[in-house]
């Protein structure tokens, strides 16, 4: 006869069992059945990119069972602040696709990990790719690569264009013919208010990279010295006189308006801004959400030097990911990088591929819209970034003191200088 003693024990042990079972079927599901490995990959919400990678994990993990790609995003303005939250807890990406600018900082956070070079030789990198992807070397490691790069063009409204008595298919080479077209195509009420921008302007956007890595280079100056570590932006004349022209088109000019239209994208797509600057990766934009623009691209107008910006998204490994997990980590890049996958990317979102032997084939350097952001690839400049966002808001800040509180050109322009070097040298201080 068993006891009530005996009763309890085994109930006791019972419960133990299936909680245990419980507990590995837990690990299990992590893990991924029969030992899968799961890769979480994260990127910022830009649809045409999320619906293509969307795409694309189908493929790899069709080619590779065993490896399962969770994708998450986030807003651009939150995805620095979640990488911040959740990396250093354990709880973030294996894989991350950032801005090329965010690298030194991601470095110094301790988030990335260098690339292995076992599957990312050196040699291989800078053989294959463009050499601006060389932004992201630091230390002597490559700690990211991307599958595409975008340069900035000029994008015009034909439409626009032939209403303004301007040749669609002459659009401006020049710094003083860019201020002429914006002119004429700008349309104003008699008291100043802006119905239609001749070029939207906005230095959030794209305007801070037009600035630094075009109409300076344009006027023969540069930002930076080879050792990335002192500012020579206001060495000689070239940096102020391009930070006067940029910002004579809201200043004497009166043909555009931070803001206009909620922004400049907007402003273009819905036909009230002639002209924008802007990258190849709106293209893909412009097919989805305004498939009837008519609009064509040409390269940036120069004045003494061709010159035009050039930045990626690209790929990396966070610090904590090791063994089987940092293996499937590496192939999948290395599929994100391959040039079947390139050549999706251009397709899908306008940006151009990574490898130079990709992007220089006949079909997209000569292709209407494509080529002429191709065009622009070898000489494009690749800003070394020590932290993206607070060098943007410098220039931004530059930009507001002269257009909202009428402060000297000259003054602004130098405290931009002065306070970007600050940021240098804080960064190199411990280096």
């Not at 120069?302 to 610090?319: H, L, P, Q």
């Not at 530059?398 to 000297?408: Q, R």
Request: net charge negative.
């Amino acid at each position: 006869m068993i006891k009530k003693w005996q009763l309890i024990l085994l109930g006791i042990m019972v419960l133990f069992i299936l909680s245990a079972c419980s507990d590995e079927d837990g690990e299990n599901a992590a893990e991924g059945s029969d030992g899968d490995i799961t890769l979480e990959y994260w990127q910022y919400a830009f649809d045409s990119k999320v619906n293509l990678m969307n795409e694309l994990i189908k493929e790899f993990e069709e080619e590779n069972p065993g490896i399962t790609i969770e994708q998450t995003t986030f807003p651009y303005d939150q995805y620095n602040e979640q990488v911040a939250a959740q990396v250093p807890a354990g709880n973030g990406p294996d894989v991350i696709n950032l801005f090329y600018g965010w690298v030194p900082s991601y470095v110094d956070s301790g988030y990335l990990q260098p690339l292995p070079q076992d599957t990312f030789s050196h040699e291989e990198i800078e053989n294959e790719f463009f050499p601006l992807v060389e932004a992201t070397k630091l230390d002597g490691e490559y700690w990211t690569i991307p599958t595409a790069v975008r340069t900035l063009a000029l994008f015009y409204n034909k439409d626009l264009f032939e209403e303004a008595g301007l040749d669609p298919n002459a659009p401006p080479e020049t710094w003083d013919e860019l201020q002429d077209y914006a002119v004429k195509l700008t349309k104003a009420e008699d008291n100043g208010r802006i119905e239609q921008s001749g070029l939207a302007w906005e230095p959030s956007q794209q305007g801070h990279h037009w600035l630094r890595d075009g109409l300076t280079y344009q006027a023969g100056g540069k930002v930076l010295g080879d050792d990335r570590k002192e500012v020579v932006w206001g060495e000689g004349s070239a940096g102020l006189e391009a930070f006067k022209y940029w910002l004579s088109f809201p200043g004497e000019l009166g043909t555009s308006e931070q803001g206009f239209y909620t922004d400049d994208v907007t402003a273009f797509m819905s036909e009230k801004a002639a002209m924008n600057i802007d990258g190849s990766f709106r293209i893909g934009t412009l097919q989805s959400d305004a498939p009837d623009l008519n609009y064509a691209v040409a390269p940036l107008p120069a004045k003494d030097e061709k010159s035009t910006n050039a930045s990626f998204w690209t790929n990396g490994i966070t610090s904590d990911v090791e063994g089987e997990k940092l293996e499937a980590a590496s192939k999948f890049i290395k599929f994100l990088t391959s040039e079947g996958v390139m050549e999706k990317w251009l397709d899908a979102t306008g940006e151009l591929p990574a490898k130079e032997a990709v992007a220089m084939q006949d079909k997209y350097v000569n292709h209407e819209i494509y080529g002429p952001f191709i065009e622009s690839l070898p000489f494009a400049n690749a800003h070394f970034f020590i932290d993206e966002t607070k060098e943007r808001d410098i220039v931004i800040d530059a930009a507001n003191k002269v257009l909202l509180e009428e402060a000297d050109p000259e003054e602004a322009f130098n405290e931009m200088v002065d306070s970007t070097q600050e940021l240098y040298d804080e960064y190199w201080s411990d280096k």
